[in-house]
């Protein structure tokens, strides 16, 4: 595959003609290609064709272009593709209030992925394939539970709640199914990227910089801007298969997209897709049956179905209407621990049905959509854009093959499956966005003056499982949520920015943003960012960024309450503000606060070497995680001034197999990192050429305080220290290159990614089934170390329009290291779920098929 530096290597600031159209050739060729073949795998059209003219970007994609600028083009066709200025490069709008600002000129690192790297991963996700080439970015190894079921991921080694996404720059509402169990990604709400179709990805801006001054809440480690197809021509299909090297997992995605005009001055663009996933089953013995009869550790299965539909219209030469709607579904079921037939012992009538015991599933069926509606235009210069963002995310949660034993002693029967939990997450945006560039007097450069003002309402709703998952202790594996852990949680934001640009002098560029936001539950926030870049020579640039941020606790954090059931243990996790987390010592959420600063280099100290290199430091103040850790009676005490009730056998378990946790303001952080790109390419005549890529993020994250309850005791464990220090990769490395064929029919991808070690705690278990937990203090030190997996695709094009692919991720199916066997409950999790490392499934490998019309 091509790597993704090999598109944003351009942050040089060229002055000479000939370098800057030599750059144009490798930098972000495919990221705004002409939108025929955005969405082709081949490089044909898009690596040839680059060398001769350069890379387009539509006028929709900058977000912020001047109608007016456009009349001449859009009048004759709106949606055709408009040329970037010189060099070609492309057009960005994430971190800039800059009309027409190129990537080569960026004061903040910021990668371009393009739809055609994307497909080149072989990946059916959108999250599993920028994974597979941003260094930056981690996915968790697997996944517990509910929060299996949604898909997360991790920039610069920080929650899933510090990275805001955008989709085409206007804020994407969140996922209503928090992760609520142990791991550096619990308390995790984010926005699950896969709902958005893969079909529908013109190309997806990152920003690696602190930017909740430009943005609002959550961009702490950074921002993903999906940027989406507005062509009004078109058709592309796209089909991908695969499978895992142990047989199971088999996946299917099938992508279709295409575009049509709307009169003579507008456009629609419609994509779909299709996905599904197969469990694959990764434990080991289960202790209790010498077999692997518990098919806890694994990938869930998963069927999604999702469309986007985008539009634009000219209403004048000077105004554009413009719309995007996005629709998903998914069903996924997830394994819980087996239950032995010997547990039904007192339950005959269940016992007949399943007389060799039950393997729980949770179920998820979620709705998710979302519909933007704005105007945007030219008046007398400025630059305006009013919009409206509603979004919503309703998940309901099930169980199968489980049974309420309280239910079952009273009445003599139980039903097998249940409605357990439902969660509702709403967004309501309303923004208005005001930019111009002036030119004022005794000032040589032009100020590009921004502002704006903001009106968001979101809303959390809980609603109560069925009279069957509730009675008494409740369902099995997981209990269904009770009257009292239910509601409708709301709050109101409203906010305003400026942002000011110039040029101190000609190589000398200046960034200053300054926002200010009040919650109705949480109060005010004030934010700003200053950056910074100078270009002393052609070939050499500097940059520099410093801002504080902040994430304002989500209200799943403040509400959520329930408890996970294992055959021996209990996990319940309860709301801030509730009656159990009151009596021991809660108190209200505050926001997460931080201060950013990055330092960058850009040089090509030989043509044709591009390469860049940022530090940065991240302090992260009252991070929040579970810090109320109450364990045995005191945990039973918490969860029944919650509602909650525990089965009768509880009373045998361990202290440490009985725990409840609250989310609180726990900890400060310091993350430190590097991150450096190079792209270099070679031309081999009449045989092709190669574009060699190399990525490589340093990471590494310190506790600096952590919090003490009312007794002076530490709110975390060393448990709990490990996952926000040392769960995330220390590094991770991409290398390799791709070869092209002179005449453009084969391209061979081959590249390389090391994932640096993880340090964990682990949990000991006593017993000869390791069913019970000996201590919530005394842990065992783990190191899962460093892996590195090969990536290999080749690709032939049959046709000038049809082309198939053969590759696979992961080429000799590594896996993560194996746990000791006295620190796996029942003996089954041999690979530690709860780190961001190297997946448990190993190999995959696929087939693809790409058609454009």
């Given at each position: ?462 609603g109560t499982g069925s009279l069957a998952s509730t009675y008494g202790s409740g369902s099995d594996a997981l209990a269904g949520t009770t009257y009292q852990n239910a509601g409708h949680f709301n709050r109101d934001v409203v906010g ?290 460093p892996k590195f997996v090969t990536n290999l695709e080749v690709t032939y094009r049959v046709m000038p329009k049809l082309s198939f692919t053969i590759g696979g991720n992961n080429l000799f199916d590594k896996r993560p290291s194996r ?35």
């Open positions: 595959m091509i790597f993704y530096q090999s598109r944003s290597y351009g942050f040089l600031r060229f002055n000479f003609k000939t370098v800057g159209l030599l750059a144009s050739t490798f930098i972000l060729t495919d990221a705004a290609s002409s939108q025929a073949n955005a969405t082709s795998s081949t490089p044909t059209v898009t690596t040839r064709t680059t060398k001769r003219k350069p890379a387009t970007v539509h006028p929709a994609e900058t977000g912020r272009q001047s109608p007016a600028a456009l009349t001449a083009t859009s009048r004759k066709a709106p949606v055709t593709a408009i040329r970037a200025a010189d060099s070609g490069e492309t057009v960005i709008v994430t971190g800039t209030r800059e009309t027409g600002k190129k990537a080569r000129d960026s004061v903040s690192p910021i990668d371009i992925v393009s739809a055609r790297q994307l497909a080149e991963t072989g990946m059916p996700d959108l999250r599993d394939a920028l994974t597979q080439l941003l260094p930056s970015l981690t996915m968790p190894t697997g996944g517990f539970d509910t929060g299996a079921l949604t898909d997360s991921f991790s920039l610069r080694g920080l929650s899933p709640n510090e990275t805001l996404v955008l989709v085409d720059g206007k804020r994407r509402h969140t996922t209503a199914n928090i992760y609520a169990d142990p791991g550096p990604q619990q308390g995790a709400t984010p926005v699950d990227i896969d709902m958005i179709p893969m079909a529908a990805i013109d190309h997806v801006e990152i920003l690696r910089d602190g930017a909740s001054a430009q943005y609002g809440s959550d961009a702490v480690a950074g921002v993903v801007n999906i940027i989406l197809k507005k062509t009004d021509h078109g058709f592309h299909a796209r089909s991908i298969s695969g499978i895992t090297a142990s047989g199971d997992g088999f996946e299917q995605g099938i992508y279709l997209d295409g575009g049509a005009k709307l009169g003579s001055r507008g456009y629609v663009h419609v994509s779909g897709d299709f996905m599904h996933q197969d469990h694959t089953y990764r434990g080991a013995d289960d202790l209790r049956t010498q077999s692997k009869i518990n098919k806890l550790l694994g990938q869930p299965e998963q069927t999604r179905e999702s469309v986007s539909i985008t539009a634009g219209y000219h209403l004048t030469d000077s105004v554009e209407a413009y719309a995007v709607a996005t629709y998903a579904h998914r069903h996924a079921e997830s394994y819980q621990n087996y239950r032995t037939a010997s547990s039904l012992a007192a339950y005959p009538a269940y016992a007949a049905i399943y007389p060799n015991g039950y393997s729980p599933l949770e179920t998820l069926d979620e709705n998710d959509w979302e519909v933007t509606a704005g105007l945007k235009g030219d008046l007398d210069h400025w630059h305006w854009d009013l919009s409206s963002v509603y979004g919503r995310d309703y998940n309901n949660i099930g169980l199968k093959n489980s049974a309420n034993y309280s239910l079952a002693a009273a009445t003599g029967q139980t039903p097998t499956a249940f409605a357990v939990q439902g969660f509702n997450n709403e967004m309501w945006s309303n923004t208005f966005d005001l930019s111009k560039s002036f030119h004022i007097d005794g000032w040589p450069h032009a100020i590009n003056v921004a502002g704006g003002a903001t009106y968001r309402y979101e809303s959390y709703a809980i305003g920015y400026i942002d000011i640009a110039t040029h101190l002098a000609k190589n000398l560029q200046l960034d200053l943003a300054g926002r200010y936001e009040h919650y109705t539950d949480v109060s005010d926030t004030e934010t700003g960012k200053a950056a910074l870049r100078y270009d002393p020579l052609p070939w050499l640039g500097f940059r520099g960024t410093i801002s504080n941020g902040f994430h304002a606790p989500t209200l799943a954090q403040e509400y959520y309450s329930s408890v996970a059931l294992s055959p021996t243990a209990a996990r319940g996790i309860i709301g801030a503000n509730s009656p159990g987390a009151l009596a021991n010592g809660a108190t209200s959420l505050k926001p997460e606060r931080s201060t950013s600063a990055t330092g960058g280099i850009i040089i090509e100290p030989v043509r044709k070497l591009h390469i860049t290199a940022d530090v940065y430091q991240i302090n992260l103040r009252d991070q929040i995680l579970p810090g109320g850790n109450v364990y045995g009676d005191q945990a039973i005490s918490a969860l029944n001034a919650n509602g909650f009730q525990l089965p009768s056998e509880a009373a045998s378990w361990s202290s440490a197999s009985l725990s409840t946790h609250w989310f609180a303001n726990v900890a400060s952080t310091r993350t430190q990192g590097l991150d450096i790109t190079a792209t270099y390419p070679t031309s081999l005549g009449v045989y092709g050429h190669i574009d060699w890529d190399v990525g490589i993020n340093l990471n590494r994250t310190r506790l600096t305080h952590q919090g003490t309850d009312a007794q002076g005791n530490n709110l975390l464990t060393a448990q709990s220290i490990a996952y926000i220090t040392t769960g995330y990769p220390r590094s991770k490395m991409i290398w390799g290159g791709r070869y092209t064929s002179d005449d453009g029919k084969l391209t061979v991808g081959l590249h390389e990614i090391r994932w640096g070690q993880t340090t964990s705690e682990l949990t000991y278990y006593t017993g000869a089934t390791n069913s019970s937990a000996l201590s919530s203090t005394d842990f065992l030190p783990f190191r899962n170390s746990v000791p066997d006295g620190n796996r409950y029942l003996g089954v999790p041999q690979y530690y779920m709860s780190t961001s490392q190297l997946g448990m499934n190993g190999g995959f490998y696929y087939l693809r098929a790409d058609l454009s019309l």
